[in-house]
């Protein structure tokens, strides 16, 4: 399966402007916690979204809710025309390997080398690739990423940055469509966080993918943002590009940018 | 009052918990896939790192026995039966239990703690995401390889323990090696090999079980993983005793002791 591939199938005809995920009145609580409450919005193709939210304001648990690692209580989420939360267990998977996930904690397997980690989910969702294909890619996208010589390291002996860049190759390995960034730079410093921006706009144009980025690095927000969306109380509080929402004279926007 | 009864309720909620837990593992352990390479890996894992220290532990344990046994056993003129004595001490009840309390000290930690780590690092979360059930690759591996790895260690630790007699026999007296097996084969019969075998299984099923259970719902942060790591050491300890004890009734009730 490649990316171009999926593309060129689609009818000619389509609208430029054809939303690849759309969430609709999302509302996720746990226990007396409401989370989410009447969550809307939809991701155009080639666009990186911004969902830019305070600590704890639940930015992590909407997009697990689209990746399907939590069940919201109401609404619905379509991604790349599938109703995600009606899908069965397979489903499911072929949905997930169509979209890219980068942890907050990078989630790198401890107990694997880089090359493991990159082959995982490959060997796990395309079961019938052969290796010198798994190579090929685990080469391409370790290149990508500018640290091909670290393949045969454990995460542990990698720096926050160079980790942080191994997961975005593991994100990226299955050339997935939709990749749902979360907080990619924190943690970083501002010259690493700068780099890991650059890097996340260029994978991006070059295997045009659309993106969720949750970010409070307001650097990084400029750096990628298309449209920002500003999450307040679980609710899309604000729509709008970079420029509109810095200029935004509601209060609970204007927070951000102080 | 009040504090009493949040008691209660969280150790039947845990218990309802982990029963749920089990359940899962009986669910899943039969259906494809079948996770087999990381079993093995496993198996390879938890047998190999805890063979020295279980094997230093059984010695220790069949030479101090058989020393405290010894002056008990001259008083009453009995010296002659301290092989029978140690034997069947050590493969009956202390072998079977001390192993498991190792185990539990060391894997079932390390089981916490690293399932726990891959919890709150969102590593379970990321298997999920790419097509793998975390709770078949993770669980149902590690509780296969400490149910089978478990009596396997027993029985090492045994005979290591059976040798650690025979020199404490020899501290005080003498006794060549033969007649040492010779008389320990005389007394051993399977009604105490074959008892003291199988709880061997459900104390390696315990701590498997109890150590992915901890880790695999560890709390946010690094505490949360100590004391996953912690408490899954001493719930599994607790539940080889409880094991021993519902194990000893059987076999009393069936006559075989
Ligand atoms: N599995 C869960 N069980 C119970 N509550 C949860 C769970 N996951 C998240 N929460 C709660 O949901 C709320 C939002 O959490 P979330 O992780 O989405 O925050 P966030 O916006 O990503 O914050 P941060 O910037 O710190 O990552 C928090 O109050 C958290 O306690
Ligand atoms: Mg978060």
């Not at chain 1, 650097?219 to 298309?226: L, Q």
């Amino acid at each position: 399966m490649d990316t171009a591939d999926r593309i060129a199938e689609k009818p000619v005809s389509e609208p430029q402007r054809t939303a690849v995920l759309e969430i609709k009145q999302l509302k996720k609580a746990f226990g007396s916690n409401v989370v989410l409450d009447d969550f809307n919005l939809a991701v155009y193709r080639d666009e990186n979204v911004v969902v830019l939210g305070r600590s704890g304001s639940g930015k992590s648990v909407l997009i697990k809710c689209i990746i399907g690692l939590l069940k919201p209580d109401l609404g619905s989420i379509n991604v790349l025309g599938e109703d995600v939360l009606a899908l069965d267990h397979d489903g499911l998977d072929h949905i997930r390997m169509r979209i890219g996930f980068l942890f907050q904690s990078n989630a790198l397997y401890d107990s694997m080398t880089v090359r493991e980690n990159l082959e995982f989910p490959m060997r796990r969702h395309l079961k019938n690739m052969n290796t010198d294909e798994v190579n090929e890619r685990v080469n391409e996208m370790l290149s990508n990423v500018g640290l091909l010589h670290t393949i045969d390291m454990m995460p542990s002996e990698l720096s926050g940055g160079m980790q942080k860049r191994i997961a975005l190759a593991r994100t990226l390995i299955l050339k997935p469509e939709i990749i749902l960034y979360d907080e990619p730079t924190t943690g970083l410093d501002p010259v690493t966080g700068r780099e890991i921006s650059t890097l996340m706009v260029e994978m991006q144009e070059k295997y045009k993918t659309s993106s969720i980025i949750i970010s409070h690095d307001m650097k990084c927000v400029k750096a990628t943002a298309d449209r920002v969306v500003v999450l307040v109380d679980g609710k899309a509080h604000a729509i709008g590009s970079y420029a509109d929402i810095r200029q935004s004279a509601d209060e609970r926007v204007k927070q951000f940018f102080e | 009052m009040q504090g009493k009864e949040v008691k209660w309720k969280t150790f039947f909620s845990e218990t309802g918990a982990i029963s749920q837990f089990t359940g899962w593992f009986f669910h899943e352990f039969l259906r494809p896939r079948y996770e087999f390479r990381e079993f093995l890996r496993q198996c390879f894992v938890i047998g190999y790192k805890s063979l020295p220290l279980i094997a230093l532990t059984g010695f220790i344990m069949g030479l101090v026995l058989t020393m405290q046994l010894r002056p008990t056993l001259v008083s009453y003129g009995v010296e002659a039966r301290l092989p029978d004595m140690v034997s069947l001490s050590i493969i009956r009840e202390i072998g079977p239990v001390i192993t498991a309390l190792i185990f539990a000290g060391k894997i079932g930690s390390s089981i916490g703690a690293e399932l726990g780590s891959m919890r709150v690092t969102e590593q379970i979360d990321a298997m999920e995401v790419s097509g793998t059930n975390p709770y078949k690759f993770l669980v149902v591996t590690r509780v296969w390889a400490t149910t089978l790895m478990l009596p396997v260690l027993t029985i090492l630790s045994d005979a290591v323990g059976l040798y650690g007699g025979y020199l404490g026999i020899n501290i005080r007296g003498v006794m060549s090696l033969d007649l040492y097996i010779n008389e320990v084969l005389n007394t051993v019969v399977f009604s105490d090999v074959i008892p003291a075998t199988i709880k061997t299984f459900f104390f390696g099923f315990a701590v498997g079980i109890i150590g992915c259970y901890k880790g695999y719902n560890s709390k946010k942060g690094t505490e949360g993983v100590g004391r996953s790591a912690n408490s899954a050491v001493v719930l599994s300890s607790l539940l080889i005793f409880i094991i021993d004890l519902i194990v000893v009734q059987i076999t009393d009730l069936m006559g075989l002791n």
